[in-house]
């Protein structure tokens, strides 16, 4: 089943994408939540419309995402939590860490678009963040023992 989705869905694809999707999750969750429109002709036309009247504002969000990126640059993150003798840590590092300092460096970014490996060791580690759908950036994490 062809769908046209309405949101950036991760996993999925990006808002205005069609894409390719199993019948039941389409009809079940994609289109009663209002994340997805069947990919019929009149669909397809008004959301090329859509594409057209947005290109330039888009064009904006790709120029503001790259802006971010370049100021991040090499930007190495230091995270301290409670750990044992052996490095490992009690609990695990999460998005909302990493957000949270990257609030502290000036960075207001969306926990959701950061994407990391479980963290449960005290060391170094790499995050993605996708800040546009042309732009990804890499960051460094540096957990500490406190």
């Known amino acids: 089943m062809e769908v046209i989705l309405k949101h950036d869905i991760q996993g999925l694809g990006y808002k205005n994408d069609t894409v390719n999707v199993k019948p039941g999750y389409g009809r079940n969750y994609l289109i009663p939540q209002g994340f997805a429109i069947i990919a019929n ?72 678009k950061i994407s990391f490996n479980a963290i449960k060791q005290v060391g170094d580690y790499k995050a993605v963040i996708d800040l546009h759908r042309d732009v990804q950036h890499e960051i460094s994490i540096k957990v500490v023992a406190e």
């Open 41 to 112: 002709e009149s669909n397809q036309k008004m959301i090329d419309e859509n594409i057209k009247q947005a290109a330039h504002k888009a064009e904006k969000l790709k120029k503001d995402a790259e802006e971010i990126a370049n100021k991040m640059g090499e930007l190495t993150l230091e995270i301290g939590t409670k750990a044992g003798e052996s490095g490992k840590i009690f609990g695990a590092i999460t998005t909302i860490q990493v957000a949270d300092a990257l609030k502290n460096k000036g960075f207001d970014i969306d926990r959701k």
